[in-house]
């Protein structure tokens, strides 16, 4: 179904994305330290909160539903529908996001910045459905493609970042580069998807159904790490928060990666084996390729942590053994959690995939405010943690109950290939 030049060019993505996002993160804090670090990751949570409602919830049900699609027509169809819904909800959410941004950075990025970060996320929507359109169609050597254009977006902002151009100067070069190169991406989608034909009006129904999806996700996710950053900013200061920024980012070359490997590769598999005894073959392969790599990778960064900080930023980003442990291990129960995620997506299961948002990075600014006297990095690091092993359990419960409940097995012959 993924053939092994599919895979490869997923890998490459993923590789590619995250090399740009080092390398723009090591001249920032080059530049200019932690602080810089910790307030251009806020502007970019606003990118990510407007971006983010339509890329993990219409644009998901977008790969989910191409790959399921049963004619071209309805390909074309979800296509045409999936880029409205995208950019409507976009759209709605971007009107109040700058304002949300500078409440939670305590004014100390302006509201103008905010706007443009606002405007970036609109923008990269369009890209990101053409992404979404050929993921369900496993289509990921023409993704590799789009991701090399974007990469030269982030090539050029380190670039004015190590000129020594101010954070509005850069944000605003991003805001005009995604206008660009949406536009660019738009001409094309319009003659991919074709005239106005109707296609199958169920598809549309299911599709719709994922906006809740990405309103639960996009939002709450980007909201509690900007939350989060400000939290932590009065609690402890913004150094630190560009620490425990510099450590997440450091997991993320194995979250990222993870999240990438189940998206790019599983999830057009799971979506198109739901309902069939495969669905579980998959996710169990899935489970042990992903997990046992991250494990590994996890625990590679945990014992050379200094050196990888230091070369990732400078020697100014030191933290302790146990912080760092501590994040480590909640980013692999994070990224088992997602497996399980995933699951859900694949099976359409949208109300108990919005009600398990709750329990992940919306916990953990909780627990940061309700733990908050005496706050330390390392209290920060295993709140962390908390919340995420209680994801995890809610993720697994949510994806087997309904299946144990329903009666629904697998054949005999694959008995042992059952997820729980």
């Known amino acids: 179904m993924t053939s092994s030049q599919s895979v490869l060019a997923a890998l490459c993505i993923i590789l590619i994305d995250l090399s740009g996002r080092a390398g ?159 536009g660019a991406t738009l001409r094309y989608l319009r003659k991919l998807a074709g005239s106005s034909e109707q296609g199958d009006r169920e598809y549309y129904r299911k599709l719709t159904s994922f906006v809740p999806v990405g309103l639960a996700i996009g939002i709450m996710s980007p909201v509690s790490l900007l939350l989060v950053r400000g939290l932590l900013s009065g609690m402890l200061s913004w150094n630190d928060v560009g620490l425990m920024q510099a450590l997440w980012r450091s997991a993320e070359w194995v979250t990222a990666t993870a999240a990438g490997v189940m998206s790019l590769i599983f999830l057009p598999r799971l979506s198109a084996s739901h309902g069939s005894a495969q669905f579980n073959r998959e996710l169990v392969r ?22 990888m900080l230091a070369t990732l930023y400078d020697t100014r980003f030191a933290v302790s053994d146990e912080a760092a442990a501590l994040i480590m291990l909640g980013s692999w129960v994070r990224v088992a959690s997602w497996l399980f995620l995933f699951g859900l997506f694949a099976a359409s299961r949208t109300r108990l995939i919005v009600a398990g948002e709750v329990l992940s990075l919306p916990l953990f600014a909780l627990l940061l405010w309700l733990f908050s006297e005496g706050m330390t990095l390392e209290r920060a690091s295993l709140l962390y943690l908390t919340s995420f092993i209680v994801y995890l359990g809610f993720n697994a419960a949510a994806l087997y109950w309904p299946l144990r409940n329903s009666g629904w097995q697998t054949p005999r012959d694959s008995s042992r290939s059952d997820f729980i």
């Open 24 to 182: 723009l993160d090591k001249v920032l804090a080059l530049s200019g330290g932690p602080d810089r670090v910790a307030l251009w990751a806020q502007l970019q949570s606003v990118v990510e909160l407007v971006s983010t409602v339509a890329i993990v919830g219409v644009l998901l049900g977008l790969t989910v539903l191409v790959a399921q699609a049963k004619s071209p027509r309805d390909e074309r169809a979800l296509l045409r529908d999936a880029l409205k819904l995208g950019l409507l909800t976009s759209l709605t959410v971007g009107l109040a996001a700058p304002w949300l941004g500078t409440w939670l950075t305590q004014e100390k990025i302006s509201l103008g910045l905010f706007v443009l970060a606002a405007l970036a996320g609109f923008f990269a929507v369009v890209p990101a459905t053409l992404n979404a359109y050929w993921l369900g169609k496993h289509l990921q050597q023409r993704m590799l493609g789009l991701a090399l254009l974007a990469s030269v977006i982030l090539l050029l902002i380190a670039a004015g970042a190590w000129l020594g151009l101010s954070l509005g100067n850069l944000i605003l070069f991003q805001c005009l580069a995604l206008l660009f190169f949406a």
């Open 286 to 307: 899935a489970g042990v390729i992903v997990l046992a790599a991250a494990a590994i990778l996890l625990l590679g960064i945990y014992f050379n942590q200094s050196a």
